[in-house]
């Protein structure tokens, strides 16, 4: 009798875009930014690195204005600290990730919830598209945190800050 033999790697190294590189890289990154994300997971789903987020303020995860800059800043910081090659193409936040009986990350579990929370977020976005992009007045910024996001968003990322609405 032969030994099985397991197909794969047993490591979290994946290889994308002629890339190799481990997954926990990522996640150590992203980690870095203690003060936003308490957990990370990074897969990759369909060909494309993405990072899973517990955020650190639950609210972050619940009030839009805040998910989008929390995320625009985990991205951000990813550009600075990764090569462009294993920057994740999206980062999904998630009000917890799940865990094993054993209080490990449960990767066989998130990635079909991974999967839900992209296929949302790109039907929503071709709804958008479809209704023209904006969905209301345009409304200011309000306070100095509002304006203070509105221009990292302009200068950083170069997306155009319209109104504070979000839908």
């Excluded at 997954?23 to 990759?44: F, I, M, P, T, Y």
């Excluded at 345009?138 to 997306?159: C, G, N, Q, T």
């Amino acid at each position: 009798k032969q030994p099985q033999r397991l197909c794969g790697r047993s490591d979290n190294q994946v290889k994308l875009l002629g890339v190799r590189f481990e997954l926990g890289e990522v996640e150590g990154v992203l980690s870095g930014c203690n003060r936003l994300a308490r957990h990370v997971a990074a897969l990759l789903v369909d060909g494309r690195l993405v990072a899973a987020v517990e955020p650190r303020d639950a609210a972050h995860a619940d009030r839009r204005l805040l998910r989008e800059a929390c995320v625009a800043l985990l991205m951000l910081h990813a550009r600075r600290q990764l090569p462009a090659q294993v920057c994740p193409s999206e980062v999904v936040l998630m009000r917890s990730l799940p865990l094993t009986s054993t209080g490990k990350l449960d990767r066989l579990a998130l990635r079909p919830l991974l999967e839900a929370a992209l296929a949302a977020s790109a039907s929503q976005a071709e709804s958008k598209a479809r209704d023209g992009g904006a969905s209301g007045p345009s409304e200011p910024p309000r306070d100095a945190l509002e304006v203070a996001i509105a221009a990292a968003w302009r200068s950083h990322l170069s997306v155009p800050i319209l109104s504070r609405r979000c839908d």
